[in-house]
């Protein structure tokens, strides 16, 4: 389940994409995307936030190909896509929505497999899905681990720009003002009187440790806030105990049930195990090339995979039509590519775009556009189905309802003309 609702920026466990407001890349690029009736004056903080934001996002997507859990999760969700389809071709045949109780006996027992390696991921990675408590701080769990590495990097994508002491007066203003776990997670590792710029990478390849190896994220966080010494620290997860952790994670993966995922059919539409696999390989050879350090991460994305951004307008926007006014070739002219997912009227009543997918800017996207929609209404299309509950924004669950309408249109058409005596 994802809930877009009052963030500006999310990512998601299963299609390859982020997620911003368009308010925030307006911010980025205020050429391509105007924001009706705003005055622009503060351009320089909004850019910088927005640039954050985008490193934020990414960061997310590549921790989830190398944190063992996630990984097998994303797996999961090939699988999902490829159950999904099968069964919202049969129901558009039809003409009818997916139910569960119009399902046959095979695609029966295929939701039911998905389902079965579902609980058994939740029992064999448990201990990622628990909290731990930390005396100086409560309850922790990998989400603010996770989150913890996605801050570290987004000011380290600041630092060319801001330079360290900017850079650290903006830490301490901002992390006062948020008390929340991740940031606390960051200040329990800084180490009075070092360079900020130090810092971050020493807390990323802490973090790293913790997240990209076989045992408990949790477990291996609380041994490395117990080493009483930075040197120690930097022994304990240095560059080789991270590859050591890599080497030791990958040896004990398997990948039987993928395979459902993997057949070219499949591919044509969703993302694949063998798509995934290349991305994670993609991301381990550009953090060997960057000796895991968090600065020629950052310098080295170009290497990665990145996924594209799906932009939208939240609920207020909406409501008071303050959205950015953009078209279509913009879009393009501007980041080379653009897939339009919906449509409104401005405050000054002009056509713009409501919400659609574009290559990241300033990356070439990893996958292609029209396959993450394809992905996303398959997510939320199908939640009937598997039991769960898909929600993004009001704006794109109504659009992908939308779309489900006009699938259904056209297999009832379809079957008319093809039966005609059934008219």
Not at 15 to 20: D, G, K, N, Y
Not at 284 to 311: H, I, K
Not at 386 to 392: E, L, R
Request: hydrophobic share 40%; glycine share 6%.
């Amino acid at each position: 389940m994802t809930r877009l609702s009052g963030r500006v920026g999310a990512h998601l466990i299963g299609v390859p994409v982020i997620f911003l407001r368009s308010d925030v890349l307006s911010r980025l690029d205020p050429q391509a995307w105007p924001v009706h009736g705003t005055t622009g004056q503060h351009p320089e903080p909004d850019r910088l936030g927005a640039l954050a934001t985008i490193h934020h996002e990414i960061r997310h997507f590549h921790d989830a190909l190398l944190t063992p859990f996630l990984f097998h999760r994303f797996l999961l969700e090939v699988q999902r896509n490829a159950i999904g389809g099968r069964v919202l071709a049969s129901a558009f045949a039809r003409g009818s929505t997916p139910q569960a109780d119009m399902l046959n006996d095979e695609e029966r027992e295929l939701v039911a497999r998905h389902r079965r390696d579902v609980r058994e991921h939740r029992r064999v990675f448990a201990d990622c899905y628990a909290t731990a408590t930390v005396d100086w701080l409560g309850a922790l769990s990998v989400s603010d681990l996770l989150e913890a590495n996605a801050v570290v990097t987004e000011y380290q994508a600041l630092a060319p720009l801001l330079g360290e002491e900017l850079l650290a007066r903006r830490w301490t203003e901002w992390s006062g003002t948020v008390p929340t776990k991740y940031t606390a997670v960051v200040n329990r590792l800084m180490v009075p009187g070092e360079p900020f710029t130090r810092n971050l990478r020493r807390i990323n390849r802490v973090l790293m440790w913790c997240l990209y190896g076989a045992e408990s994220p949790l477990r291996r966080f609380t041994a490395a806030t117990n080493c009483a010494w930075p040197g120690l620290l930097d022994r304990l997860c240095g560059a080789p105990a991270i590859e050591r952790s890599l080497r030791a994670a990958l040896r004990r993966e398997r990948y039987e049930v993928w395979q459902l995922g993997d057949d070219e059919a499949t591919a044509r539409y969703y993302l694949g195990a063998r798509d995934l696999v290349d991305y994670r390989r993609q991301y381990e050879e550009a953090l060997r090339g960057a000796d895991f350090r968090l600065d020629g991460y950052v310098e080295s994305l170009a290497a990665t995979p990145v996924p594209p951004t799906c932009f939208y307008a939240d609920d207020d926007m909406v409501r008071t039509r303050r959205v950015p006014f953009v078209r279509k070739a913009d879009l393009r002219t501007a980041y080379g590519d653009a897939y339009v997912l919906g449509l409104m009227r401005d405050a000054a009543r002009r056509t713009t775009l409501s919400a659609g997918i574009i290559p990241t800017p300033g990356h070439r996207s990893c996958v292609a556009l029209n396959r993450v929609d394809t992905m996303l209404a398959m997510r939320y299309l199908t939640q009937e189905i598997f039991g769960d509950q898909v929600t993004y924004s009001t704006l794109l669950d109504n659009l992908y309802d939308g779309y489900l309408s006009e699938l259904i249109a056209s297999g009832r058409q379809r079957s008319a003309t093809a039966h005609p005596d059934r008219r």
